[in-house]
């Protein structure tokens, strides 16, 4: 009965260094999306997953940012050479089918010195 | 493209005003979906309702009520007698047909709505 996990809560890195974020959605969930808050801003959306189709990848910033979603399950955004610009609040959600509520992990803090 | 608008930036009203929090949409769909999601300070985003398009009746649930029109593609929030914890980011949000490709979630810039004492 847990909820969406994500990992690490916060991750401060190198401006230059990749880094891996983790979403385990809700067991069952078939779609899995992510999103990017940056501070005082909305949600932008980053890209989507939906059962076995391939993801909608179109709100990705730019080619250093990727993520896989392996067995349907757990999810990895992974963004290379960071830049300052990437500091910002990263959220995974889940859902049972699309058109249905996400529901949100309590996301990942990123911060790029 | 599909684009949610919160005008009101901020609101700060005092505990046991009404306070009402406009959304406004645009879509191409004539089949979507609206949400409302509240996120507190400590952070996580919560979810508050979701209304489709074929249903315009207004809901209440308890000091909370929305306000669907799709004549004037609005998706109103209000918040009868408000309380110190309604304190909050509050985001309305659209999603296209689930037939659609993507059927992502688009968010409006949010709402702070801060209810003081």
């Known amino acids: 009965g847990a909820g969406v996990s994500q990992s690490p809560s916060n991750k401060v890195t190198e401006k230059g260094k990749d880094v891996e974020l983790r979403c385990d959605p809700i067991?069952?969930?078939?779609?899995l999306y992510w999103y990017r808050q940056s501070l005082g801003q909305g949600l932008e959306f980053l890209i989507y997953?939906?059962?076995?189709?391939?993801?909608?990848k179109s709100g990705l910033p730019s080619d250093r940012f990727s993520a896989e979603r392996t067995g349907g399950s757990v999810s990895t955004l992974t963004i290379q050479r960071t830049q300052q610009e990437d500091s910002a609040v990263y959220l995974c959600a889940s859902s049972a089918r699309r058109g249905t509520p996400l529901h949100f992990g309590n996301g990942t803090r990123l911060t790029v010195t | 493209a599909q684009k949610v608008t919160q005008a009101q930036t901020e609101i700060s009203v005092v505990e046991k005003e009404d306070v009402t929090l406009d959304c406004v949409y645009e879509t191409r769909d004539t089949t979507y979906y609206l949400f409302w999601y509240k996120q507190p300070p400590s952070g996580e985003l919560v979810f508050l309702i979701r209304?489709?398009?074929?249903?315009?009746q207004n809901e209440i649930s308890g000091r909370y009520s929305w306000n669907f029109q799709k004549s004037t593609s609005s998706f109103n929030f209000t918040i009868t007698a408000s309380q110190v914890v309604d304190s909050a980011v509050y985001f309305c949000?659209?999603?296209?047909?689930?037939?659609?490709?993507?059927?992502?979630?688009?968010f409006g810039e949010g709402t702070q709505l801060t209810v003081n004492p």
């Open positions: 949000a659209l999603s296209e047909a689930p037939e659609t490709s993507g059927s992502r979630l688009t």
């Open positions: 067991s069952g969930h078939t779609a």
């Open positions: 997953f939906q059962g076995n189709s391939a993801p909608d």
């Open positions: 209304r489709n398009s074929f249903d315009e």
